[in-house]
Structure formats: structure tokens, C-alpha cells
């Protein structure tokens, strides 16, 4: 952001700022997400572009299974770099960018290395629950039915 610094009336040359000049004052506040053109850097962000086509082929069968809505926030160091909320409660299903529009059934919090390997089926969910690797809360048994999902997506 920029700010036009004030005319001062007794300015000798070269001491502070010049009539005309601007002070860059930074961000006046730090994006709790990377920009969208980094979130590409981010396998986790490609896992959920591709999640979505399945969703929007099969997600009127999935909202007959599952009947439930999942927010999921995909950290980093402790910080939330990816937040996407999948609603397989309502109309046909659907995957979106943020919290949850309507209150979720259940929240996971998950580090994107431990995200990556529960998608790809290289560690069991329960026994990284259970180890601490992720957080949930709300209906945690719920969990099941979003493995059941990530499975039928990790077929096609």
C-alpha cells in the first residue's frame, strides 16, 4: 500500500522526503494464504483440483453415501497455506476454495506432507489419528466415510 507523504514547508535537499514522493508502507496485512499463483507449488493444492472433477462426475452418488459436509485445512509450518471445504450433504456435491459455507460436520486439520500420504493410501488414517499426525473435530467417525471418498477417487 502507498501513502502520500505530507509537504513539509522548510525541506533542505536531500534531508527526508520530497514534495511528490511516496512511502511504501508494506502490506498493510499478511495474507493468511499464499497467493493463488503460489498454492500451485502445493501438491496437496493439485490433489484437490483433481478431487473436484471426480466430485462433479459421481458427487450426486456421493451425497447419497456420505451425507455429510468436511472442512479441510492443509498446513506448513504450523500455518494454514490451503483451506477447502468438501459438501457432500447438499445439491450434487461440491468442492470449494475456504471454511465451510454451512456448518461442517467435521474439521480436519492435516500437515500437507501427512494430506499427501493419506490421499495416495501410503498410511492408514486411523493409526495416524491415533499417532497425533493431524487434528479433527466435530463427528470424528465421519472421517471414514471422506477415506471412502479418496479411495474411489484414487481408482479412477
Same mark, same amino acid.
Given at each position: 500500500?502507498?501513502?502520500?507523504?505530507?509537504?513539509?514547508?522548510?525541506?533542505?535537499?536531500?534531508?527526508?522526503?520530497?514534495?511528490?514522493q511516496?512511502?511504501?508502507?508494506?502490506?498493510?496485512?499478511?495474507?493468511?494464504?499464499?497467493?493463488?499463483?503460489?498454492?500451485?507449488?502445493?501438491?496437496?493444492?493439485?490433489?484437490?483440483?483433481?478431487?473436484?472433477?471426480?466430485?462433479?462426475?459421481?458427487?450426486?452418488?456421493?451425497? *447419497?453415501k456420505?451425507?455429510?459436509?468436511?472442512?479441510?485445512?492443509?498446513?506448513?509450518?504450523?500455518?494454514?497455506?490451503?483451506?477447502?471445504?468438501?459438501?457432500?450433504?447438499?445439491?450434487?456435491?461440491?468442492?470449494?476454495?475456504?471454511?465451510?459455507?454451512?456448518?461442517?460436520?467435521t474439521?480436519?486439520?492435516?500437515?500437507?506432507?501427512?494430506?499427501?500420504?493419506?490421499?495416495?493410501g501410503?498410511?492408514?488414517?486411523? *493409526?495416524?489419528?491415533?499417532?497425533? *499426525?493431524?487434528?479433527?473435530?466435530?463427528?470424528?467417525?465421519?472421517?471414514?466415510?471422506?477415506?471412502?471418498?479418496?479411495?474411489?477417487?484414487? *481408482?479412477?
Amino acid at each position: 500500500m502507498w501513502k502520500r507523504v505530507d509537504h513539509q514547508p522548510k525541506v533542505k535537499a536531500g534531508d527526508g522526503h520530497q514534495v511528490g514522493q511516496f512511502k511504501d508502507l508494506g502490506s498493510a496485512r499478511e495474507p493468511a494464504m499464499p497467493h493463488p499463483l503460489e498454492l500451485s507449488e502445493f501438491q496437496s493444492f493439485l490433489v484437490f483440483e483433481d478431487i473436484s472433477h471426480h466430485i462433479k462426475e459421481v458427487g450426486a452418488q456421493l451425497v *447419497k453415501k456420505v451425507n455429510a459436509i468436511f472442512q479441510l485445512d492443509i498446513t506448513k509450518d504450523g500455518k494454514t497455506i490451503l483451506q477447502r471445504t468438501i459438501d457432500l450433504k447438499n445439491g450434487s456435491g461440491d468442492i470449494y476454495p475456504g471454511s465451510a459455507r454451512l456448518p461442517a460436520d467435521t474439521i480436519f486439520t492435516i500437515p500437507e506432507p501427512v494430506f499427501m500420504e493419506l490421499v495416495l493410501g501410503k498410511i492408514n488414517p486411523h *493409526k495416524a489419528f491415533l499417532a497425533g *499426525k493431524f487434528k479433527v473435530s466435530g463427528k470424528v467417525l465421519l472421517g471414514q466415510k471422506l477415506e471412502r471418498v479418496f479411495k474411489d477417487w484414487a *481408482k479412477c
